[in-house]
Structure formats: structure tokens, C-alpha cells
């Protein structure tokens, strides 16, 4: 079971990465009508993307680099894209973006996968095959 919820972390931290660098070269994929997105609009938005991405990186190096033995930045990264979530639809009808659909979605699964290798962390079974809590 862990081995699958950090197969599942792993993939969803390079899929945020790679589909923030996508969306700061190529915004029409992720919004209907990226003509719409211009001047002010469209740097507030790929400067966020650009903090998430950079953010994503380093919370991964310290995790692989054995910075941090609680996990934490995955807890710190899945309350974020929680929060991008919802803060991205607010953001879109605040300033007239027509959404895809599946953004707010897959923010939402890349939360969660951060929150569940965070979680799984603290089930783990002692030698008697007891919880730790």
C-alpha cells in the first residue's frame, strides 16, 4: 500500500510541475479562451504558477534529499493546491476566464495525493502490529 500512495505522489508531483511549465508557455490549454489573458491578467497568473512550480521543486528535493523526515512539505503542498483549487475558480470568475473544466480537478487529486503521503506516513505499524499515533 505505501508503495502505491508514493507511486501516486511521485507521479502527481511531476505532473503539477510539468503541467505548470506547460501552462506558462501554452495557457490555452488550461483556459477556453486564453485571448482573454493579457497584460496584468496573464502575469499575475504565470508568476502564481511560477511560485507553485518552484515551490513543488524544492518541497520535492528536500523530501528525496532527506531534509525532512516528517514529511512536511507534502502536508504544506497538498493545503496549497487545496487552496489553488478553489482560489483558481474564484480567480476565473472574478476576471471573466472561461475554466477548463478539469484544472480545478486535477488541483484537487494533486492535493490529496500530497495529504495521503503525508498521512500514510503516520499509519505506519509497529513490530506488534499496532498502530503508531
Not at 483556459?31 to 504558477?49: E, K, T
Request: charged share 10%; with cysteine.
Amino acid at each position: 500500500m505505501n508503495l502505491l500512495v508514493t507511486f501516486n505522489f511521485q507521479l502527481s508531483v511531476w505532473l503539477s510541475i510539468a503541467g505548470g511549465i506547460v501552462l506558462i508557455n501554452r495557457p490555452e490549454l488550461f483556459f477556453a479562451d486564453a485571448g482573454g489573458l493579457y497584460g496584468p491578467l496573464l502575469n499575475n497568473l504565470i508568476l502564481a504558477v511560477v511560485y507553485l512550480v518552484m515551490t513543488q521543486l524544492a518541497a520535492w528535493w528536500a523530501r528525496f534529499n532527506r531534509r525532512f523526515r516528517l514529511r512536511l512539505e507534502a502536508l504544506i503542498m497538498g493545503i496549497v493546491f487545496l487552496g489553488v483549487s478553489g482560489g483558481l475558480t474564484v480567480y476565473a470568475q472574478a476576471n471573466q476566464l472561461p475554466l477548463q473544466d478539469w484544472l480545478s480537478r486535477f488541483c484537487l487529486y494533486v492535493s490529496f495525493s500530497h495529504l495521503l503521503y503525508f498521512w500514510i506516513d503516520s499509519l505506519k505499524l509497529q513490530p506488534d502490529g499496532s498502530e503508531t499515533g
